[in-house]
Structures are given as C-alpha cells and as structure tokens.
C-alpha cells in the first residue's frame, strides 16, 4: 500500500502557474505509475496527465494538453503537476493517484484503474 498527499494548491489568477506535488511513501513506488485527476463541484471526476513509472511516458487531457506537464522524481518519492497559463475552468479539486503495475512504459487515464488517491488539493483560478 501507498500513501499519498498532495500539496501546493491555492488562488492563482487567470494566466498564471501553479506547481502541484503528490508525495508518497510505500516500497514499492518506483513500480505505481501515476496520475491526476481534478473535479469541479457538479463534475464527474476528469482526467489530467499520466506518467508511467519509467518515467518515460506521459498522457495528457485533451483540456489540459500544452498547458500542464507531469514529472516524477522516484527517488523522491514525489509527482508534480505543473501548471501553466490556468484558466477559471481549471479550478477544481486536484487528486494524485497510484496504479501499482508491471508495466514500466504503461499510462492510464481511467478513475477505476488506480489503486490509491489522496486527499486532494484546492485550486482556484480567478478571472
């Protein structure tokens, strides 16, 4: 099992950046790849950007794409979501989640592939 915990929410305003982190704890991190979600009050739970646990490869929302970047840092123990250029419509509730796979070059974009999730953090985006 993981443990996950986001952090680096708040209030940006419309243009700008935010950088999201997701610390983790578990052995076996370095085999979970990872990814964020958002969800707006009202809104069914969206996907945002994936990252293999190889770190190799990335998948992206198409709301979000050129826009925000995932990394990771195994050694670490950290993913990051950066944010750029936020829109009001980006304001939601941002979810780090875990899938332990084999699959060192695997991405998922599905709520019911993941394993773990954390709490969440607020992003609000003003305009």
């Known amino acids: 099992q993981v443990q996950l915990v986001e952090s680096g929410g708040g209030l940006v305003q419309a243009g700008g950046s935010l950088r999201l982190s997701c610390a983790g704890s578990?052995?076996?991190?370095?085999?979970?790849?990872m990814g964020w979600f958002r969800q707006a009050p009202g809104k069914e739970r969206e996907f945002v950007a994936s990252i293999s646990w190889s770190g190799g490869n990335t998948d992206y929302g198409d709301s979000v794409k050129g826009r925000f970047t995932i990394s990771r840092d195994n050694a670490k123990n950290t993913v990051y979501l950066q944010m750029n250029s936020l829109k009001p419509e980006d304001t939601a509730v941002y979810y780090c989640?875990?899938?332990?796979?084999?699959?060192?070059?695997?991405?998922?974009?599905?709520?019911?592939?993941?394993?773990?999730w954390g709490q969440g953090t607020q992003v609000t985006v003003s305009s």
């Open positions: 989640a875990a899938h332990f796979t084999a699959q060192a070059a695997g991405v998922f974009a599905l709520r019911y592939d993941y394993d773990y």
């Open positions: 578990g052995r076996t991190w370095s085999s979970y790849a």
